[in-house]
């Protein structure tokens, strides 16, 4: 069973600072997916992964990719107040048939 | 408007009542699925289905049932409600890895069940 951990599970940051969060997963995968889901609302779709190396930057935000180490990471820039939500990561069974997500990374950003 | 179309949005139920959840795309999508999401567990894989007919279970199917009749519906049936079904359901859909590599996947509103 593949397994996807993330951290933090909690992060509470200053407007204009930058952070990382981290998601590492237990087998190889052909695809990672990066996802946004704001209190009491669906999941919004951020960022698609699919290769070694792969980078996406979408405003202040970039995912990027390492299959090898089994490593995603979404950094934030410069965070703003409206980035405050719970991110979630989520890999694919190499079937492709199978989403496992991580626990989720609440992210509060402070002015 | 591409969407994925959950219904009921809240539902509270008594325990043993069957009950039924829908969902509807409209995008032709392949791979419809469902999850439930639970404080600290993030989200749990219940069914899922690569195309009309086909369908199987995720990481926790345990007390669902699915069917997958057309290629735009794919309701979540509990046969049997217990207490610790009770959750946040979403329903999500998108095109197979086959045709579309790089495929999004689109994620209804949510159903916040409650069985008492």
């Known amino acids: 069973e593949l397994k996807v951990e993330q951290n933090p599970l909690f992060l509470s940051m200053q407007e204009g600072k930058n952070y990382t969060i981290y998601c590492n997963y237990s087998t190889t995968s052909d695809r990672l997916y990066w996802y946004r889901q704001d209190p009491g609302k669906s999941l919004e779709s951020l960022f698609v992964l699919l290769s070694n190396g792969a980078v996406k930057q979408e405003g202040r935000l970039m995912a990027s990719l390492d299959t090898k180490a089994r490593l995603s990471t979404l950094h934030i820039t410069a965070a703003v107040h409206d980035l405050s939500a719970t991110y979630f990561c989520?890999?694919?069974?190499?079937?492709?048939?199978?989403?496992?997500f991580g626990t989720g990374t609440s992210l509060t950003v402070i002015p | 408007e591409a969407q994925v179309t959950q219904n009921p949005r809240y539902l509270i139920t008594v325990t043993g009542k069957k009950l039924t959840v829908t969902c509807s795309q409209n995008m032709n999508h392949e791979y419809m699925s469902w999850y439930r999401q639970d404080p600290g567990l993030g989200l749990r894989q219940i069914y899922y289905s690569m195309n009309v007919e086909v369908t199987d279970k995720g990481d926790v199917p345990e007390g669902y049932k699915v069917s997958r009749k057309e290629k735009r519906n794919f309701p979540l049936i509990l046969e049997s409600p217990s207490p610790n079904q009770t959750s946040l359901y979403f329903c999500a859909s998108s095109h197979h890895r086959d045709k579309m590599m790089n495929t999004e996947a689109f994620f209804g509103q949510g159903t916040r069940l409650t069985v008492v």
């Open positions: 989520a890999v694919v069974s190499n079937t492709g048939n199978q989403f496992y």
